[in-house]
């Protein structure tokens, strides 16, 4: 099953703008994790944020997390043709399980 | 960071056949791999954890027949599509848990793109 869910669905943007995608989840975690999947490969882990913390960056990429809200958020900045690719949000569940969400398709325009 | 490899990377094969797809930990060992689907377009959804020495278990609506699985090392984790049939065709694609069990982060194959005709 499904833990989170994504919006939006799809995302368009011109290169150099921001991208923001948003992932809400059901039940507590200890962390939320993001994903990115280039067409039909593999996934590629980019940032983990820990349940006590309310954002982090790396490079480009800011992720913000409001357990109040069970709600998290990918920002990228400066976005690049390159940064194509689907984005999904991940958590945690017993046994070492990690649920995804649906997922937001970026695409970004040279 | 830890490696996971599947083999293959695709395979075609005729309705009713079964299909093997490997997934190695190349770098660590692990006593917990999982097995996720994703169908074009959407999210990748977990079928069932393989569980090194004992019986993997699966997801609800995972037909546990259909979707052979069998952890024979501690690198190595193999499901076999049994029968196969045109709406099995689909992406598969292994993990593992981090280093020592950690909770925090998964590695991931590259995926399995399985095709059947």
């Known amino acids: 099953s499904q833990q989170g869910e994504e919006d939006p669905q799809a995302l368009s943007i011109q290169e150099g703008e921001n991208a923001t995608m948003n992932c809400s989840y059901k039940t507590s975690i200890n962390n939320l994790q993001w994903y990115r999947q280039n067409s039909g490969r593999g996934l590629v882990h980019l940032i983990l944020?820990?349940?006590?913390?309310r954002e982090k960056h790396s490079g480009r990429l800011r992720v913000t997390l409001d357990t109040s809200k069970k709600s998290s958020s990918l920002l990228i900045t400066a976005s690049r043709a390159a940064d194509t690719a689907s984005y999904f949000c991940a958590t945690p569940c017993p046994g070492f399980k990690t649920i995804f969400g649906a997922g937001t398709r970026l695409f970004v325009k040279a | 960071g830890a490696v996971v490899s599947q083999h293959p990377s695709w395979v075609i094969c005729k309705s009713g056949t079964s299909v093997k797809i490997e997934c190695r930990s190349l770098?660590?060992?692990?006593?917990?791999m999982f097995w996720y689907r994703q169908f074009p377009k959407q999210s990748l959804m977990l079928m069932a954890t393989s569980n090194e020495g004992s019986k993997a278990t699966y997801e609800q609506g995972v037909e546990k027949d259909k979707f052979l699985i069998n952890h024979a090392s501690l690198t190595l984790s193999t499901l076999t599509v049994t029968s196969a049939h045109p709406e099995d065709s689909s992406f598969y694609i292994c993990?593992?848990?981090?280093?020592?069990?950690?909770?925090?982060?998964?590695?991931f194959g590259p995926g399995t793109r399985l095709t059947v005709l």
């Open positions: 944020i820990r349940s006590n913390e």
């Open positions: 993990s593992a848990p981090g280093l020592a069990g950690s909770r925090d982060e998964q590695f």
């Open positions: 770098d660590f060992q692990a006593t917990t």
